[in-house]
């Protein structure tokens, strides 16, 4: 399959999206552009990536506050400087924030932190890219809808999965869930309103990785191979995948 040619990945100073950064460009075939955006990538946080930047000419590293609708246009016009006249194949929503806070314990505070970073920041992501996104999808020869021509990737969580909820509620979770729930109902609703654009939508969850967010679990499994299962699906998807929930090993996951 095709690979995309410009990729922004949110969150990608650290974990699952520093991860995804390194693994494209160590493709055989890397994008022509990779935008890594986080919150601060000057500082100590932004630090591997910046190393990255050093090797890697087409590395970008780009400020993103996922909760700060300001920041978020800022970025956009910034990528849109660097591509000239390119288009955006490829958004991965991954900035996120997890907290194994319990139903008693949950506070009002909890709940809004997780709606910002989970829900609202995909949601403005989307908004403020879309235009790169149509012009990357009406560039495209391709027929139909795939990852390589337009498309925005939401990295959700098996937690978010309310038909799921009997077999996994040892991890209370509650904002972190709620929070998942609804990115997928962003998801569903972004691929219904934006295939008359050409672009595909789709919620992927990556599983208990090793990361600073998802530490020392029990099964958790080594994040090379989960970013590697990840990479691996995102070709596989077409437009009967778009507004879809798929697990990095490419099953599809119940809402």
């Not at 000057?42 to 890697?56: C, D, I, M, P, W």
């Not at 098996?158 to 799921?164: A, D, F, K, Q």
């Not at 972190?176 to 609804?182: G, L």
């Amino acid at each position: 399959a095709d690979q995309p040619r410009v990729v922004l990945v949110t969150g990608s100073n650290r974990g699952i999206g520093l991860e995804l950064v390194k693994q494209l460009l160590g493709k055989s075939n890397p994008p022509q552009w990779v935008f890594a955006t986080c919150r601060d990538p000057e500082g100590a946080r932004g630090q591997e990536l910046q190393n990255l930047v050093s090797k890697h000419p087409n590395l970008v590293m780009v400020k993103l506050d996922a909760v700060n609708p300001a920041s978020i246009e800022e970025a956009a016009r910034r990528v849109e400087e660097q591509l000239d006249s390119l288009g955006l194949n490829l958004v991965i929503n991954n900035a996120g924030i997890f907290s194994d806070v319990s139903l008693a314990m949950v506070d009002s505070e909890e709940m809004l932190d997780a709606y910002k970073t989970n829900v609202v920041g995909p949601l403005l992501v989307g908004q403020a890219f879309l235009p790169l996104l149509k012009k990357a999808a009406q560039g495209s020869s391709q027929k139909g809808l795939s990852c390589s021509k337009a498309a925005i990737v939401n990295i959700s969580s098996v937690l978010g999965s309310i038909e799921r909820v009997p077999e996994i509620l040892t991890k209370p979770a509650i904002s972190y869930r709620c929070s998942k729930a609804a990115v997928n109902m962003l998801t569903r609703c972004q691929a219904l309103t934006y295939a008359e654009d050409g672009i595909l939508c789709a919620a992927v969850h990556p599983g208990w990785v090793q990361t600073d967010m998802g530490t020392q679990e029990v099964g958790a499994r080594s994040l090379g191979a989960v970013i590697a299962g990840i990479l691996a699906v995102l070709p596989a998807l077409s437009e009967k995948h778009s507004g879809s929930f798929w697990s990095w090993e490419g099953k599809t996951i119940p809402w």
